[in-house]
């Protein structure tokens, strides 16, 4: 461009001149900015994120059928949706494909839409942990964490030690895309009822209190398997009605004296029980039995693994059959012997409270899916009896059966986050 001297005119050159180098300068800042977020995420929540009311809308996630209809009941549609998808091929990503998608960080975290969020002020001061336990199928894993993640919280994935490669470089990459979901530090080889069960959730809520960038509140312990009844915004609210206290089940542990009063030992790849006889535990405490699941106060993680009295207990439940169904519940049940924090005072009676998980065990309850190992692995059939209950999560679901189930719940759970009264289904 050639600057005349008249003096209106050299105005215009400068102006223009000053646009053209301003517009260059931002243009390589957007360039290394897009450079330096290929590889990491880096969510900025120090406020809340507005969203419109139009944004605030349903969306639908699921094009093919109607959610709503099947989360209502329908029994008509119901059959009709069953006939969808068993006459339907469904195609499912594996164990490479999520690897391959998480290698461009930003890419990924735009496909599955993690960078959209609400945020209120009460959860942003309210963090969480979770730990989330898998063996198999990134996808499912990947289902889970979007459905509960938020750039506040702070997430520990173990993988077994014996998965296969493909699912810890898929889970390896997927955590790699985030600052706040990391891999755990020490993977055990699960065996279904050992102790390396409960030992997978305890290495996790090490390294979690060992991070200091998050000052977590609660830590909820889930498997791949499960999914959220509740949001984010919704479990912040049930915790801090809890005040401090623990959400365990406790219950009689009568029927299962067979699972601790000898010393068992893991054969091959199951737990078998010795004709060693065990002593009595420590303390004089009552062996109390409970659920696997849990959520737990920082307190209360504290104190399960770093007090003296604990730590002789977990001992002592080490060569027992399904230790993760006893020592969580008998710390509870016991804690007015041995002084542990973050409960509730009423021993048995908290039970009432006990929040973690729906799970549908064969002939206690109806499932219209399937029994694995006497658990229901739900169907479209469950949906409208799930979000009536106030559990936090349901347990469990399998993505590739039924592909609707999790679809629907997961369509239903999403709109529900971005409701205007995010309690009001309490």
């Known amino acids: 461009m050639v600057c005349v001297r008249l003096r209106g005119k050299l105005i215009q050159c400068a102006f223009f001149v000053t646009t053209l180098v301003l517009f260059f300068f931002h243009y390589v800042n957007f360039l290394n900015q897009r450079k330096l977020s290929k590889n990491r995420y880096t969510p900025n929540v120090q406020t809340p994120r507005l969203i419109s009311w139009k944004q605030r809308s349903p969306r639908r996630l699921v094009f093919d059928i109607d959610c709503q209809r099947i989360i209502g009941g329908d029994k008509i549609y119901l059959d009709y949706a069953r006939r969808v998808m ?11 494909d999520m690897k391959i998608k998480a290698k461009h960080c930003s890419r990924f975290l735009e496909i599955y839409d993690y960078g959209y969020f609400f945020l209120s002020k009460e959860e942003l001061e309210f963090p969480l942990a979770y730990t989330i336990l898998t063996h198999k199928d990134a996808v499912q894993t990947e289902k889970l964490l979007r459905a509960i993640y938020r750039p506040h919280n702070i997430y520990c994935i173990h993988v077994d030690k014996s998965s296969s490669a493909s699912l810890h470089n898929a889970m390896a990459a997927i955590a790699s895309c985030f600052p706040n979901v990391f891999i755990v530090s020490k993977t055990e080889d699960v065996i279904y009822a050992s102790f390396s069960r409960l030992k997978a959730d305890l290495n996790c809520m090490t390294d979690l209190l060992r991070r200091t960038d998050v000052h977590w509140k609660y830590v909820v312990n889930l498997p791949s398997q499960e999914y959220p009844l509740k949001t984010n915004a919704e479990i912040v609210k049930i915790l801090k009605l809890f005040n401090g206290s623990s959400s365990i089940e406790v219950l009689s542990s009568n029927k299962y004296h067979h699972r601790f009063e000898r010393s068992h030992k893991v054969v091959g790849n199951k737990v078998k029980p010795t004709n060693k006889k065990k002593k009595l535990p420590p303390y004089g405490i009552t062996i109390a039995k409970g659920s696997v699941y849990g959520v737990f106060s920082r307190s209360f993680v504290n104190y399960s693994l770093n007090d003296v009295r604990a730590q002789k207990i977990l001992k002592w439940f080490e060569d027992t059959y399904s230790p993760d169904e006893f020592f969580w519940a008998t710390l509870s049940k ?22 973690a998980a729906t799970v549908s065990w064969k002939d206690k309850r109806n499932c219209h899916g399937k029994y694995v190992r006497f658990i229901c692995v739900f169907g479209i059939g469950d949906l409208k009896e799930l979000v009536s209950q106030n559990t936090l999560f349901a347990n469990k679901f399998y993505h590739d059966y039924q592909p609707l189930a999790l679809k629907c719940l997961e369509e239903w759970h999403y709109n529900k986050t971005l409701s205007q009264i995010p309690f009001d289904s309490l």
């Open 334 to 355: 016991n804690s007015h012997l041995i002084n542990v924090p973050g409960l509730f005072s009423d021993g048995f009676n908290g039970n009432r409270l006990w929040i």
């Open 86 to 96: 068993k006459s339907k091929e469904y195609e499912f990503s594996n164990d490479a």
